[in-house]
């Protein structure tokens, strides 16, 4: 059974930084890309950053680029978020995702989710 749990959620002030991880068990993870999605309240999730395991390849949405840094231990089954700079705007529930795929539509598919980290950020 496929099992995922994020931490490192909390509170920050704007400019600050926090650091999340998602432990990974189940399957060998390191067949499927992994990633990040976040829900604010009253919005639909959306995807911020995702990570192949075979090439290290890494790929960000526009509103975290430069900011966020995603990147993982495929010996452990864990992947990081790595959030700098963070705004107010980022405020949302955190959520770890496997076997993230996007279609040629723009959205995405994922097999599993973790269940969830907040992540507030104060103005």
């Known amino acids: 059974q496929v099992h995922m749990v994020e931490t490192g959620g909390g509170l920050t002030q704007a400019g600050g930084s926090l650091r999340l991880s998602c432990a990974a068990s189940?399957?060998?993870?390191?067949?499927?890309?992994m990633g990040w999605f976040r829900q604010a309240p009253g919005k639909e999730r959306e995807f911020v950053a995702a990570?192949?395991?075979?090439?290290?390849?890494?790929w960000y949405a526009d509103y975290v680029k430069g900011r966020f840094t995603i990147s993982g231990d495929s010996a452990k089954n864990t992947v990081y978020l790595q959030m700098n700079s963070l705004k107010p705007e980022d405020t949302a529930v955190y959520y770890c995702?496997?076997?993230?795929?996007?279609?040629?539509?723009?959205?995405?598919?994922?097999?599993?989710w973790g269940q969830g980290t907040q992540v507030t950020v104060s103005s």
């Open positions: 995702a496997e076997d993230v795929r996007k279609r040629n539509s723009g959205s995405y598919d994922v097999a599993y």
């Open positions: 189940g399957r060998t993870f390191s067949s499927y890309p």
């Open positions: 990570i192949t395991w075979s090439g290290g390849s890494t």
